[in-house]
């Protein structure tokens, strides 16, 4: 079908429609009615000519049900009736001529009779003579309700009149796909399950493709609606016909979870291989229904992509664009061997014509005698053409095996208006567009939840079918909720108890701790927190993570754990964790607690360049069939989605990049249909309609599974009876199929063991001073509370420094001051957007710079609010003012706790309003306050920190403050080495390091390491010289700069190039690499002279066909005439070669151009006056658009003297996309605030200085 007769082919529910739904469908041609009622008159004495009849199947309809219908109802075409007529030839010539798909002027679609493509139709209200029987439908567009034909369900084969009483029809789906089969089902588990509520069914099992990934979140929507939920999966033997299975007690949902494994280990990434004997091998308990008509998805790749071998050739994140391993055929068809032996079992062979029925009877024989009488034949009917006869077989081969037909939906979404994204999720499967992907489509659109009536309507023949649901729900007595789960308990000694050894190593910590003896503070904590673990049966669970963070340590591998575990003190005593509780007045209850039994949660950073010998050594000790990676679901984002959604429509690969380009990853109403106006797509156009409709519903949906930055689960028994392991895109790691939030709805624990690039960039700078001044020093060491520290810190001076680097928090320090440890704490969680939306931070500045704490209500709230001047800053202070403002049971506190939490999910919160605001009135409390504490704390819900979690990033910020404050040449160095981290780009933190007296030296193969080094500069006392390493030429491998520093420490300096290329053995393009970055200057003289002599050690003169043809020898001299580069060309080549120059700052050289202009330098701007309108340029480093800026988005410029910051706010951004998008050096007119030591400008105009500054290759860092 092409795309124009696709594009109104989609419909929806008429419940079910959106502001974007009503611009799709214009108003009806009269000359398109006309045509059709030519073409139908036309018929009228032919149709005279033979006798038509109904079918004599029980069920058919009426004649007079056509005629009975009100005039003007939409309908749908698929199909109306079918009919047999006569075998003559003019008979066969009138039923082919009336299946003919029409195509009419543009927005319009009308088929006549027996058409199972997606139409809109209504019925004639008066039918001619001679085709009264048939059913003979126009084309009408809708309203203008929607974007596509509301459909309803339509009579259809072996459909009779309903019943009008449907109160004893009961009916569970068993057969239904989430979006967590992925690039096929097309609606989210919890919209499937609020519409079987909505529908009155009595249950609904989740089945997705060859996985779980999906049912847990299906379990909790579930759970909340209050439907029975069953758990199952849709299952594709490479080897034979696919079938569902559900599994009926817990030790077959172990199996399911087995069987899903094995498949999913054979095979990488994304893919699954299943054969028919692991389903003979795992069966037990489970039952299972086989699919017998159901449409083949093709997972064979299209011809032009056949020349990949495997998904390897692929990087992993387009793997999942690939089809499923899992049908691994080439003809679209099962593919085995004839005859193959399942124990005493032989398989029927699988590649036999599907219209045979002796090879669908040996199939189900098959099946009998696997499951027995847990066995089923699905019929699943979807009024198409083909219904009558499927049906009829279907029943023929049930009758024949004696095996129980059960009905089913095969549900791909849950209301028919998704079809329309199942086609563009199915055609991104095949890499391919929707018109090309026909024989994988679903027939019709009827594969969404239907209406009970229309159910019983559909199998009135064949009702045993749909009361057979209900006793195959009657026998799935297994739920989610009875998974239990155990943690490991090898840790203890043989002999000794998990506890015993737990309470041993603590109170041996605490000693260590508290050398000068254990505070009685401490010591009631420690009772009280192992109380509480014993009783909740969480000390393996500590134990695990103690043994991870002593490897670590016994590895030289830094490490701290942070989060609401720093809320332990035996965790502190343990060595996870750094903060100590007797300095803070941490809640305890925040990490664990015995109202909400919930499982706690300890996260731990580890170095990133080191966390995976963390990982293998858990793959160890533990076992990899105990073990696995928690998954994160990978969604489309706004910039995915609209690449899918183009292709999949047809769209121009150029349209697509330029769109790509120009959106943000938040749009704005309206924003996607201007951006795609400019890129050429007509948002008003047929296809611009469907574009920007599948965008606006694909954003969110689950595109594939991937490793979670760090959750690893381990069991006592076998994980894979827990869930399904399958590999991930890294070599060495396996997956579960649920993420995080999953195993926190089941109470599965998992160790979070995380990468955090800063603690790299600590340690390398502790080993760098060790080596150059002959210090030792460790997190714990760092001399505390230093003043020269904070003075730094207030001037914000912190470029490099952790969390407190960005531009908020940088605007926030010199208001704030901080000028001790908790002062940090409280610098660290108030700069988030929880506080910022709660209203927090400026009451918090105006109560610190008057030093006078505010009136309390009572004693109470003074306790909980004292510590930050009344102003709620931290989760657990808002947890507390509930308890005693407002009288909430510390369960309903972490109920509370959780709403804050869920801060990607919001307006959770508001439903404690009411509760909150009678409870503080309650207590004496009045209005005014009581709104102003739940204006604080509903702040929360957009994300804010605790104050455990703050306390361990402000030990990271005070340490990584002091080493650049005393040491700065060894912090930027370890910046280097451990980049990609922070916010600015290696060229923003060397110009910073210089500022502050560090010599920074070039990159030379004779000096370099691979890392970046400090050399001692001869004069004693003073500070080291920053070396620049091989790893900042882009594109050198590392094997390759590891190399050259063997090669050097072996044999000493290279004394030419001649010498380096012999001695390195490097190749013509890789020495080329090193000349252009300017590695050979010292054996050439300069750049360009290392450049040309590189081409005498080419050793394919051949390559080079210019210089041949010029007569070049590869041996000719350097010609005489070759003179250096100049300055600016040497900053370019600089800035494309290590993303850095060490010369001149491009802005430099246009400086005298921009004077003219009357542009301020940066250095100057904190001594213009505050209001005063300025001109300023530089290169674009940094743009960020925070989610509490209300669209305005925050730029850094850099020019030859300083950076400079702006404000540019969402109009000024709009009307100036462009060049505020893609340009990266900008000339700004605007206004010139200048508060409180904060300087920044906030941009009226802008004009893009490409043109006159050129095009050096620094690439700006964005954060959306």
Known sequence: MSASTWAGSAAIDPSHTSPINNQLMHASNQRTISSFLGIAFSFVSASRAFRMHHHTTPGRPSRRWARRHQAGTMQEVCPATRWTVDRSGTARKLRRLMQIRTRPRRGFQYDVFGCSQRCCFERLSTVPRGLDAMVACIAKPCSGRSN????????????????????????????????????????????????????????????????????????????????????????????????????????????????????????????????????????????????????????????????????????????????????????????????????????????????????WLKWLHLLRDLFGDRGYLLMELHQGVDDTGAAARLAHLSRVSGVPLLAGGDIHYHVAERSLLHDALLATRFNTTIDQIASQRLANSLFHLRRLDEVQRTYRAYPQAVARTLEVAERLQFRLDQLRYQYPVELAPDGQRPIDFLKRLTWQGAKRRYPDGVPAKIIGLLKHEMELIEELGYEAYFLTVWDLVRFARSRGILCQGRGSAANSVVCYCLGITSVDPNRMD??????????????????????????????????????????????????????????????????????????????????????????AADCGIDPDSEVGRRFLY??????????????????????QEWLCELCPIENA???????????????????????????????????????????????????????????????????????????????????????????????????????????????????????????????????????????????????????????????????????????????????????????????????GLTQEFAERVFTQIRGFGEYGFPESHAASFALLVYVSAWLKCYYPDAFCAALLNSQPMGFYAPAQLVRDAREHGVEVRSVCVNASDWECTLEPTGTTGQRCALRLGLLMIRGLPESVGRNIVAVRATGGPFRDLADFARRTEMGQATLTRLADAGALSS????????????????????????????????????PEALQPMDEIDEVYTDFATTGLSLRKHPVAFIRPQLDRWRVVPAKRLSSVRDGRFVRVAGLVILRQRPSTAKGITFVTLEDETGVINLVVKPEVWQRHYRIARRSNAWLVHGVLENREGIVHVVVARLHDLTEQIGTPDQRSRDFH
Not at 230 to 236: F, R, S
Not at 705 to 710: E, K, N, P, T
Request: net charge negative; hydrophobic share 40%.
């Open 148 to 359: 596509f034909p509301v459909r309803q369900p339509v009579r259809s084969h072996g459909v009779t009149d309903c019943p009008s009483d449907l109160a004893n029809m009961k009916y569970v789906e068993l057969h239904c796909k989430s979006n967590f089969s992925f690039l096929e089902g097309a609606s989210h588990a919890d919209e499937l399950i609020q519409r079987a509520g909505e529908l009155g069914y009595s249950g609904l099992a989740i089945t997705d493709r060859n996985s779980l990934a999906g049912i847990v979140r299906g379990y909790t929507a579930a759970r909340d609606a209050g439907l029975p939920y069953y758990v199952g999966a849709e299952l594709h033997p490479v080897d034979g016909p696919p079938l569902v299975v559900w599994p009926g007690d817990r030790q077959a949902y172990g199996r399911l979870c087995r069987l899903i494994t094995r498949g999913r280990l054979r095979r990488e990434k994304g893919g699954c291989e299943l054969y028919w004997s692991d389903v003979a091998e795992l069966n037990e308990g489970m039952l299972a229904g086989l699919l017998l008509r159901q449409p083949v998805i093709d997972e064979t790749p299209p011809a032009e992509q056949q020349h990949f071998d495997d998904s390897n050739a692929l990087p992993w994140e387009a793997q999942d664009a690939l089809p499923d391993c899992d049908a691994g055929s080439g003809s679209g068809y099962w593919q085995s061997q004839v005859g193959t032996h399942v124990g005493d079992l032989q398989l029927p062979p699988a590649t036999f014509d599907p219209r045979d029925d002796a090879g």
């Open 586 to 675: 941490l809640l305890f209850e925040r990490f664990i607690s015995r109202e909400r039994n919930e499982a706690p949660d300890i996260d731990v950073d580890f170095e990133h360049q080191r966390r995976e010998e963390v990982l293998q050594y858990i793959y160890e000790k533990y076992g990899r069939h105990r073990t696995g990676m928690t998954a994160t679901v990978i969604t489309y984002r706004t910039k995915s989605a609209i690449r899918d959604c183009a292709r999949a429509l047809g769209i121009s690969l150029d349209r697509i990049d330029a769109l790509s380009r120009l959106v943000d990853a938040h749009l704005t109403e309206g924003s996607l249909a201007e951006r």
């Open 694 to 715: 599948l965008v606006e519903h694909l954003i969110g949906f689950p595109r594939h599974l991937s490793q979670h930055v760090g959750g690893m689960v381990m069991t």
């Open 729 to 923: 895109s890294m070599e060495g790691r396996t997956v579960i199929q649920w993420n995080k939030d999953d195993l926190d709805d089941l109470g599965i624990l998992k160790v979070d063991c995380l990468s955090l690039g800063m603690l790299s960039a600590i340690h390398r700078a502790f080993d760098l001073i060790e080596d150059h001044y002959d210090r030792s020093l460790t997190l714990a060491s760092v001399p505390a509370e230093d003043e020269g520290v904070y003075d730094m810190i207030c001037a914000a001076d912190t470029i490099g420094v952790f969390q407190i680097e960005s531009r908020a928090q940088m605007s926030m320090l010199p208001r704030l001051r901080p000028r001790c440890f908790y002062d940090l704490v409280i610098e660290v969680a108030i700069v988030r957007p929880g506080p910022i939306q709660g209203q927090m931070v400026h009451p918090y500045l105006q109560a610190r710079r008057s030093g006078q704490q505010p009136e309390y209500p009572n004693q109470a709230i003074r306790d909980v609010l004292a510590k930050t001047m009344g102003v709620p800053i931290f989760q657990e202070q808002a947890m507390r003012l509930a308890v005693v403002a407002a009288g909430f049971t510390p369960g309903e506190a972490d109920q509370l706790r959780r709403a804050m939490a869920a801060w990607r999910r919001p307006g959770l919160i508001d439903q404690f309003h009411r509760k909150l605001i009678d409870g503080m009135r309650a207590n």
């Open 1083 to 1118: 054996l050439a003289g300069d750049r360009r002279a290392a450049y040309w002599q590189t081409l005498a050690h080419e050793k394919k003169p051949a390559s080079m066909p210019l210089f041949e043809a010029a007569g070049a020898d590869a041996d000719d001299p350097i």
